[in-house]
């Protein structure tokens, strides 16, 4: 190695030197290692609250993906109420109703914008106006 740093005229690293010493006892401060004791109750602590979080998901999303595809079918014409269960039918009316309320409030919002927009407009006839 000497040879190369000779060869290149690059200066060779002294380990002894004042600042390798500031610059490991720094890399030493902040990078303590934790006992595995503590580092392995942790990370299985977090591996079970994800895969709790995961699977609550995952049910979720099926449950929800499930009753969209009973709603589509329905809409269809594949399936009718009597092949329905009461569960099922409940289960999609608190579907519709949900929906519903989301597109009230998508509709009161877009009313809003339009309203904003038309007042900017009538603001603007009337200063050109005056």
Known sequence: ??????????IKKDEKSI???????????????ETPNTIGQEDTANVKNSNEFKEYIKMTEDEETKLLELQRKYRRGEIGENDL???QIDA???????QIEELKKS???????????????QQRTENNNA
């Open 1 to 10: 190695m000497e040879e190369n740093t000779q060869e290149k005229n690059l």
């Open 92 to 98: 999609l009316c608190n579907l519709y109703d949900k």
């Open 107 to 121: 509709i009161k919002i877009k009313e809003e914008k339009i309203q904003e927009h038309k007042n900017r407009k």
């Open 85 to 87: 269960t009461d569960e």
């Open 19 to 33: 600042f390798c010493k500031i610059k490991n006892f720094f890399k030493q401060f902040l990078h303590k290692k």
